[in-house]
């Protein structure tokens, strides 16, 4: 199907997980974090704002430079579940999810913390005045008023871990079945010089993105609409 080979679909199998179980992840920590950042103004914030853009800037070989001696036997992380009998977390899956994380988190932090600033307080402090608690306002207030903010982070922390390639090859190496995903397979067809191969793939990502795009700026538009 679609010219791709059994090991291209494993990639694409792979590399859907690990994109579904970051995008995951990642709005579980990017909620509370964007809500956290949308309620004030202070140097922490500004710190902390400036902390999670950083992915942003920095070339992915650095993060993932950084990531493979932290998650390494001989990093902190590494060695210490080495002292608990576990092994380190380098060219791991699992060490993919939290570099992965980490790299896409401004992908999912920035929509939220934009959206739950045009939110405001008020329909948070009109809910609690009609007795409802934390939870009840967070699925019946934050979340009806903010599905587009939520929406447009999912879209893009997926798209965004999917393209991955630089912190991917770093933490994870090119490991079939554990680490080998769609960025690294088509590295590997162009190393090899099977261009067709690579083509292939590279069309399947190219569309894959076109399609992202275009559902986050139509996203953007029917909220846009529905506020007028």
């Given at each position: 199907m679609f010219g791709l080979s059994h090991e291209d679909w494993g990639a694409v199998l792979l590399t859907l997980e690990l994109a579904g179980l970051t995008t995951l992840i990642l709005l579980i920590i990017a909620t509370p974090l964007a809500w956290w950042l949308a309620s004030g103004k202070s140097m922490?914030?500004?710190a902390v704002q400036a902390i999670v853009a950083l992915p942003l800037v920095l070339p992915p070989t650095v993060l993932g430079f950084y990531m493979l001696i932290l998650l390494g036997p001989n990093?902190?992380?590494?060695?210490?579940?080495?002292?608990?009998?576990?092994?380190?977390?380098?060219?791991?899956?699992?060490?993919?999810?939290?570099?992965?994380v980490l790299y896409s988190i401004p992908f999912a932090v920035q929509p939220l913390q934009e959206t739950f600033s045009?939110?405001?307080r008020r329909p948070?402090?009109?809910?609690?005045?009609?007795g409802a608690n934390a939870l009840d306002r967070f699925v019946t207030v934050i979340l009806p008023l903010c599905k587009g903010g939520f929406a447009i982070a999912a879209?893009?922390?997926?798209?965004?871990?999917?393209?991955?390639?630089?912190?991917?090859?770093?933490?994870?190496?090119?490991?079939?079945?554990?680490?080998?995903?769609?960025?690294?397979?088509?590295?590997d067809y162009a190393e090899s010089m099977n261009y067709a191969a690579a083509h292939r793939l590279s069309l399947l990502?190219?569309?894959?993105?076109?399609?992202?795009?275009?559902?986050?700026?139509?996203?953007?538009?029917?909220?846009?609409?529905?506020?007028?």
């Open positions: 922490w914030r500004i990093g902190y992380v590494g060695s210490t579940l080495e002292s608990w009998g576990l092994t380190h977390l380098a060219f791991t899956f699992e060490g993919l999810v939290i570099s992965s045009h939110l405001g948070l402090e009109v809910a609690a005045a009609m879209t893009l922390a997926f798209a965004h871990t999917i393209g991955e390639f630089g912190v991917i090859l770093m933490v994870g190496g090119n490991i079939p079945g554990e680490t080998h995903v769609l960025s690294t397979v088509i590295y990502l190219l569309v894959f993105a076109f399609a992202v795009l275009f559902t986050v700026f139509a996203v953007n538009r029917r909220f846009e609409a529905v506020k007028l």
